[in-house]
């Protein structure tokens, strides 16, 4: 992994209710068998010290197992193992060297009475906390091997669960990529059923129409290539389509803009806007006998943009059913779900308005 990469890791081992609840029951209960093993009265440091080495094991121990440098999610054996001994040996040094400082226990300054030699209490190594010795080695031997053993699990754990992550994104890129592919031969379809009513009626408005159909298709295939694009491009394609729709139904299509210079900017995933004027224009304007205003918009919402397409023509009809371009809008924001996007689609006086709301920095 990356530093970048490392950090969230971290925040989520943090945030992780059964690591954190898993720390505090084996912290308990090695306090409670210390207890049943030795006096009743333990210094504050011997309460502390079980649940700060755990807490370091958690937080600490899987770095050197993630460090990697690029975008692997874990180190390999070799490598990890040696970043592990030599990461372990500097924080379970300090603190183990700190808990023993603060343990420290002053016996008073009494000698021996004169004539007896008495070995200094605690053995040859000297006084311990409490006149007991500090096992110190001992407990810092036993925590550089728990830092390469834990650290190993909880980066392998989390590796896979990075693996699973990306597995599942990719198949959702995949999904949306699929869908977005579906709905380019759709635009084109219900475009040549357009020209199809031009051919007889006006065969110049149909020649220029073709010309029109291969900068929309040409428009298309620029869309269906990248995840995120500019919505002023969005825009260019909604209007070479309009052109185009405006050919067949002329003085009845009536297309209003409320398009502030910022959403030119912005930078969202491509056939947002289109399939709503699409839908628009063949379920509520072209149907309707006079026809009607489609007033084409992107609002903020606090946090969130909103592009929205709302028409007067014929009013949307109770349990209607949604058409394959709104369809497959729907099914590719369920997919996109960094979005948080939402569809609408509702009669508001006398326009129907269907609504995309999302976040604005996806």
């Avoid at 999904?175 to 475009?191: D, I, K, M, T, W």
């Avoid at 070479?240 to 299509?253: C, H, I, K, V």
């Avoid at 497959?328 to 609408?344: G, I, K």
Wanted: glycine share 10%.
């Amino acid at each position: 992994m990356r530093q970048e990469m490392i950090i969230p890791s971290l925040r989520q081992r943090l945030t992780d209710r059964a690591s954190v609840g898993l720390l505090l029951l084996v912290g308990g209960m090695f306090c409670l068998f210390r207890v049943m093993l030795g006096p009743s009265h333990l210094s504050a440091a011997e309460l502390v010290t079980p649940f700060l080495m755990l807490f370091a094991q958690l937080v600490l121990a899987p770095i050197p197992w993630q460090w990697t440098g690029d975008d692997a999610p874990m180190a390999s054996v070799g490598r990890g193992f040696l970043q592990s001994l030599v990461f372990g040996l500097l924080w379970v040094g300090l603190l183990v060297t700190l808990l023993h400082l603060l343990s420290m226990e002053r016996p008073p300054d009494v000698g021996p009475p004169p004539g007896l030699d008495l070995p200094p209490p605690g053995g040859p190594h000297g006084p311990g906390p409490g006149g007991r010795p500090f096992p110190a080695l001992g407990l810092g031997v036993l925590n550089l091997a728990a830092s390469i053993i834990f650290g190993w699990l909880f980066a392998g754990r989390e590796a896979t669960r990075l693996r699973e992550l990306r597995t599942a994104g990719l198949l959702r890129q995949a999904r949306s990529q699929a869908l977005q592919g579906q709905l380019e031969p759709h635009v084109l379809y219900n475009a040549l059923n357009s020209l199809s009513e031009l051919v007889h009626e006006d065969p110049a408005a149909a020649e220029e129409m073709i010309a029109r159909l291969a900068d929309l298709y040409r428009m298309l295939t620029r869309h269906g290539e990248v995840e995120l694009l500019p919505l002023a491009k969005e825009r260019q394609l909604v209007e070479a389509y309009l052109a185009m729709e405006s050919m067949r139904l002329g003085p009845r299509l009536r297309v209003r803009w409320a398009w502030p210079a910022w959403a030119d900017d912005l930078r969202l995933p491509p056939l947002l806007l289109q399939p709503l004027a699409e839908n628009a224009i063949k379920h509520g304007i072209s149907p309707c006998d006079t026809g009607g205003e489609l007033e084409l918009g992107v609002v903020r919402e606090g946090a969130r943009v909103a592009l929205f397409a709302a028409n007067t023509g014929l009013p949307l009809a109770p349990g209607a059913k949604e058409g394959v371009g709104l369809g497959n809008l729907r099914e590719r924001l369920e997919l996109r779900r960094e979005l948080d996007a939402s569809l609408t689609l509702g009669q508001e006086g006398d326009r129907t308005v269907a609504r995309v709301s999302m976040k604005e920095k996806p």
